[in-house]
């Protein structure tokens, strides 16, 4: 273990170097061409075998180790966003209107430069590593899923990602056992009405108002008709119905989020709210059309393989404070692969120094300190390298 942190502490250069680049040209998800390129020649280049459009863009790596043993995989994406980055770092994105806002360029060089360190010392590891780069991760239905499909967990016996956190200080971990992101769900409303002048609202059937008031009693699925004991949001994220201001609106456009843990609850959610458009529209007299799209299922850890990595990382040089935390209400789609094989998802503190504010994730000025990259890996390669002895 010892040379494993001493390897990785040599290659924290490069670490930064490959981040920095990949910051300077994103790709959104599902549109990512030159990234998963330059993955799949970093792991040529090094002898693993490599396959690339798994899924779609995905690539994946292995790495065999010298001696008989299990299969580790590790995971990162390499999606961007569409948000035009408002940094002043000399590396910010050349890309107009695209920027890595979510970390996911360090996911990728973290994972690389680990991968290049236990390449190293492949005579000696007891087992095999499958490194798999995810495209997609911010856009539904994600990269995880088609990658699974597409049989990137063949041979995988444990699995194990991280996702670098901006608003958490550098030598914080943070996990929690159990359900630790939200099942992620989106929906649509159109409000057909009748529009008109706006001085003859009597001859006209309102969108906006009723909107208006589908907005509100919305609010009151999660506060009524929820188990207090439960957790759930409902966001609305969007209201659109745009006309001069002497004009009412024959339609209006609302959008907006579901998080939730518990299947039972997000069955219910989707439910009640069809439930409260159907009623609110046919009190308006007016038609609607409604959409619901299923996103990612909740991320919910197993205790075994937590608490293995918990213990883990205590260990791990640089790691100051190992805290169990609230669940987040983000959704992820690392939750598929969970679904598949055991594994542990945890957070790795990363926030940025000398700054007045701390930006949270897509946020146009978002950062980190990229020093939370070196003990994300070192967690990574030390919770690998004991897995693998452990279960010879």
């Known amino acids: 273990m010892d040379k494993l942190y001493k390897l990785l502490d040599q290659a924290y250069e490069e670490m930064v170097s490959v981040r920095r680049y990949l910051h300077q040209y994103p790709e959104l998800g599902f549109q990512e061409e030159n990234t998963p390129k330059y993955i799949a020649e970093y792991h040529e280049k090094l002898g693993h075998q490599v396959r690339t459009g798994v899924g779609g863009r995905g690539v994946v790596a292995t790495l065999r180790g010298g001696k008989p043993g299990q299969t580790v995989a590790l995971r990162a994406d390499f999606d961007a966003l569409p948000i035009q980055e408002e940094t002043d770092v000399p590396y910010k994105s050349k890309v107009d209107g695209l920027m890595h806002a979510c970390g996911h360029d360090s996911h990728t060089a973290t994972l690389l430069v680990l991968a290049k360190v236990l390449n190293s010392m492949k005579e000696e590891i007891e087992g095999n590593v499958v490194f798999i780069h995810q495209h997609a991760e911010e856009v539904l239905p994600g990269g995880a899923i088609a990658m699974i499909e597409d049989r990137c967990l063949d041979g995988v016996d444990v699995i194990f990602g991280q996702h670098i956190w901006s608003l958490l200080p550098v030598g914080s971990i943070e996990y929690r056992t159990g359900p630790v992101m939200a099942a992620a769900d989106f929906f649509k409303v159109e409000i057909l009405g009748h529009g008109g002048h706006g001085s003859q609202p009597h001859r006209t059937k309102d ?7 589908l907005v509100n009693n919305l609010q009151q699925i999660v506060s009524r008709r929820v188990d207090p004991l439960d957790s759930a949001v409902l966001s609305i994220g969007s209201f659109e119905a745009k006309n001069a201001p002497n004009v009412i609106a024959d339609t209006a456009k609302i959008a907006g ?44 850890n197993p205790k075994e393989e937590m608490e293995f990595l918990v213990n883990i990382a205590r260990t791990v040089p640089g790691v100051t404070d190992v805290v169990e935390c609230e669940p987040h209400m983000g959704g992820e789609d690392f939750a598929y ?56």
Do not use: W
Not at 268 to 297: L, N, S, W
Not at 340 to 350: D, E, I, L
């Open 207 to 213: 969108s906006v108002v009723i909107g208006a008031q």
């Open 257 to 300: 989020t579901v998080r939730t843990f518990k299947e039972s609850t997000r069955d219910h959610m989707e439910k009640e709210i069809e439930r409260i458009i159907k009623g609110t529209c046919i009190a308006g007299d007016v038609d609607y059309t409604f959409e619901y799209q299923r996103g990612y299922p909740a991320v919910v």
């Open 337 to 392: 692969y969970l679904e598949n094989v055991k594994g542990a998802f945890f957070f790795t503190g990363a926030q940025n120094p000398g700054v007045h504010a701390v930006y949270p994730h897509h946020h146009p000025k978002f950062n980190i300190d990229e020093k939370g990259m070196l003990i994300a890996a070192k967690t990574l390669g030390a919770a690998t390298i004991t897995y693998l002895q452990n279960n010879k």
